[in-house]
């Protein structure tokens, strides 16, 4: 069998209490904490990734990712505080360093920066010492430590963003900058802001920092020094404030104060900076072309909660952090309440006035989350908290679906098989509801006040509801009151339903797990443990087994009334348990918010599998009905969603294939709302179909008289355009002419000039052509000089240099001979001594002595040889340096005499380029030649074209005025028709306004009646809730029925509540009285005489009971004895049949008649065992029966107060 895994899928919340809990990684992931994750969440994809806290951690304190978002770091607190720094790039975020303070104890990490090259972390450790630390965090170096205040918190510390040596620290009275220098971290201001408490800062620039005040001021600090004041108090707000001062002179100074912003988060981005300002607010400031200067330009505010019993609640919450996306197009922001908002930067600056956050996933649960609970026909989840709202979610859409806030706190929920209702359990009373489309509406109310624990059966035909220690059942579909079972003691902490719904199982405080019979309320079977304290309890599908978890930090198995197993869970308390439906594994939910997966059948060792999910005790943990999802809450308001695997990662197999319903609830008064609404959506679509064609008969008629316009104008420009044609024909000719003039005089003079310059260029041409040849000669000549001069001192430079090394290589070979031959003296005795060592031992000290001597003379003349040749070396290096120079000397004049080739090189391309410039003036005068040609062409096509124009223009005149005729006539038409139409109109218009003043008198006589009927409505609603009212009153009242005095109190006191107007009474007859008067003696001396005889009787049954209860007792005892004795003997014969296995020996026969003696006495034992407790079972039973009927003896009835008589 493959063992069951739990994997974190989906997650609801966000954990307060954590410094910088929202960052962006990219523009479309954040990352936030929740529960005892991190989450990155993709915005776009709505879909999350988790970065599982560590260990036996008890909570996380701070975020930071550095500036390359690579990395992630989170400090969390435990026995030592540390700082886990994770690599993003990794899909799961892996793990790369854990940093501490070292040596230095360290309870918590408040706050934390990356450095701008994301190699340096710094620290800020908590209090009493607030010591900030200095990490080179790869190498898990502590570079160095300061200490940054003594008595206030320290709010925020961060890198200069662009030089990694400069931190700014803020905090309570503390503001200052840090420069890292020489191993140390040196104070560099000298600010000292006593009075001030600043919760925040960030840097604009390279020198300059804004900080926020609790006072609502920013400061701006250049360089460390304070530069300028701003207060986001407006004027207005200034004025009255100063009017309440003067109006109020004996209010204190902090009342005045607190009227004041609390700037709690800033952020900075490329056109100045945003920060909050006060309960729901933003402010967004922009950097003005003056030095230091900043203008606010939006105010951005957190809307109304719509389904909220106080919207403005929400507006009430105060921001704690402020982050900007990379590309800086969305702002986000997360509040003190555990939610998550965003707005859209670029399109809140094109609107106009105040701009909305939005909520960037779902409204989430701000305080601890008390119900939970699952449906069968659809993929909801219904939990409420003490935030006093009630939410459902879609576990396969990962959506919250709707929620609702009321005035009361809730306590306990469940939803109905069906997803179509729920069960509330408020302060006040229970509560069903129905899930409609938009809404939760109350339509039953069961007085059952502050239900912790409420529940429907499988088949939804039933629910139970807690009340203190007692359990009422009730019918779904009646409202009736089925049971009441009472039985424990205390308050009751969990019940459940078997899978078919027959038995009830429940958990209390008082130690005590009941199964209990649904049909007639009996108690099945019972299991009490007076030294633990219960919290949850679950049944196995087959019914037979229940599985218990307590303070006493065990998981218990529970069958026939006895504790079959107990499983240690260590150091953490249990506080739920719950059971897959195919009954192979269960999940247990921990005081420390993990979640443990334990194999069923339950092993011997502690063998389980933990996660981490939550940030506090586990609440509640429910299993969905296909057993494909785990759901769990906790005190920290997280819904964590997880997928139930097996090892190899796929789900696990369903026995049925669940189709959800898509089924929804409505009113009657919502549809018939929306059937008005469609009808009156129909009517003014009809008018405005009629007001459409309307405007489209005027279009076309105004179009028409159009076109009769536009075709006068054609006409018109056609015959100018003909006389404008005839014209410009006469001028083309004209100029036609005169062009082949000038061009025919162009063309002669062009070919004369072209001649002339021929033969002046010619001419030319042959002189340079001469100066060439003779040049080029000398230049040949020049070269075979100083290519001669040049082999020749290249001949003599290779000579010496072979002289030289040779000689050089001849010392060296010698030296390196010496040498060798020295080394290899050195070696023969160093060997001789050693051997002349292991010979003589007495003698060492004194050989050694003088050996050392004689090498040490020895050493020194090598060293002389050495520094001799290291002298003749240094001379033979000048000599080769003195040539060098004057090889390069040679070189130069070389050099020389190439720049003058060069320049003789550069007359010679003069010349070429004069030669290039004057074929270039012959080519652009045949390029201008050859454009008039073009334009000479171009005219001529354009008088083709012209003359083509002409005709079609005449074309389309003639066919104009042959459709002018019949358009006329059609225009005529059209115009009578327009004239009978408008008398139409006026007749239209006049039965128009005699209809409407019908309908506004129509509608004020509705108006009248709607109010009549809502005035009787409410009558009959108020008299509902009085008649209800009275009918409970004398439903308690009921419960003094045998107290004649609180009987006659109550009605007393009904009577003063509902009775406010004055009774008419009525008189009796004299006869009546006195019959009254002697029937009320009889009966009163009746009840006398009764009470005398139940003293006797009461005093009676009270001895027998307490003996029988004495005999009760010593049975128990001895019971329990018997149980015990019984445990201890099967232990011991586990032992003894585990120790004496059968063992390889010749004596087997002795063995096996061993062991078949000790099981026969086993047998015995056992049966003996069982045969007293049948017979002590047998003696309990007929004690209980006589207890029975000793009570039915003595419980005579009273008589009837009131004949009927009477």
Known sequence: MATVVAQSHYIFGLRTGVNNNLLYLDEQTIIFPCGNNCVRYNIDQKCQRFIPGTEMSQGMKALAISTNRRYLAVSECGEKATITVYDLQHEQGRKRKVLSGGDIPVDEFVCMAFSPDSKYLIGQAGGPDWTLFLWMWEKQKVMTTVKTSTTGPITQVSFNPQDNTQICVSGSGVFKIFRFAGENLKQTNNFKPDSQNFLCHTWIHKEQVIAGTETGQLMIFDSGRLRREMNLTSEQEVERQEENTESNEMLPISSATSVLPRVTAIVGYSKGFVCSAGPGTVYLFEKMEEKDQYKKTKEIKIPPEPFSYEPSSAEQQEISTLCVSPSEETLAASTDRGQLYSLNLSLAEVQKGDAQFEFMSHSFHSGVITGLSTCIRKPLIATCSLDRSVRIWNFQTNVLEMYKEFQEEAHSIAIHPTGLYILVGFSDRLRLMNLLFDDISTFKEFAVRSCRECVFSHGGHLFAAVNGNMINIYATTTFDYVLNLKGHIEKVRRIAFSADDSRLVSCGMDGAVYEWNTLNGKRESECVLKSCSYTGVTISPDAKTFFAVGSDRTLKEIQDCQILKEMPAGDVVCTTVAMLRSGRALFIGTSIGTVRVIKYPLPIQKDWLEYQAHAGPVTKMVITFDDQHLLTVSEDGCLLIWKIIDKEGRGLKKDKEIAYSDEILITKSD??????????????????????????????????????????????????????????????????????????????????VLQDIETTNNQKLMLEYVKLQDLQLKMQRVQQEYEHQLHSVEDSKTRALEEITKSHEAELQKKTMILTQCQEEFEQKVLEFEEYIKQVELDADIEIQDTLVKYKQELKGEKLANAKLKVEYDTTKKSLQILQKEIENKNLEIEKLKQEAQKLQAVIKALEKDITGLKTVIQHRDGIIKEKEKSIYELDKNNAALTSTVAVMEFKGEYIEEQIEPKNNEIKELREQMQEMEGELDEFHKKNTQQELKIAELNLKLKTKDKEMRKEMQKVQDMGHLVNRFKSDLHKSLDYIQEPKKLKENIRDIHKRYVQQPVETVRVDTDIEMENNKLREHYENIISSLKRQLSRDTNVHESNNMKLMKENVTLIKEINDQRQELRTLRMQLHNFQSQNTPKKSKTNTRATSAESCDLMTSRNFNEEAEKIIQLQRLEIQRLQQEINGQIASTATKLPPLFSKNF
Do not use: G
Not at 671 to 700: A, F, T, V
């Open 671 to 752: 549809l018939e709302e929306k059937d008005k609404i469609m009808q009156d959506l129909k009517r003014r679509e009809n008018e405005l179909q009629e007001e459409n064609k309307y405007q489209l008969s005027l279009r076309d008629m105004t179009y028409k008289e159009k076109i009769a316009e536009l075709t006068e104008r054609f006409s018109q420009k056609i015959n100018s355009l003909n006389t404008e044609i005839e014209v410009l024909k006469t001028e083309k000719e004209k100029q036609h002419a005169a062009h082949s003039k000038v061009l025919s005089e162009i063309l002669e003079k062009h070919e004369k």
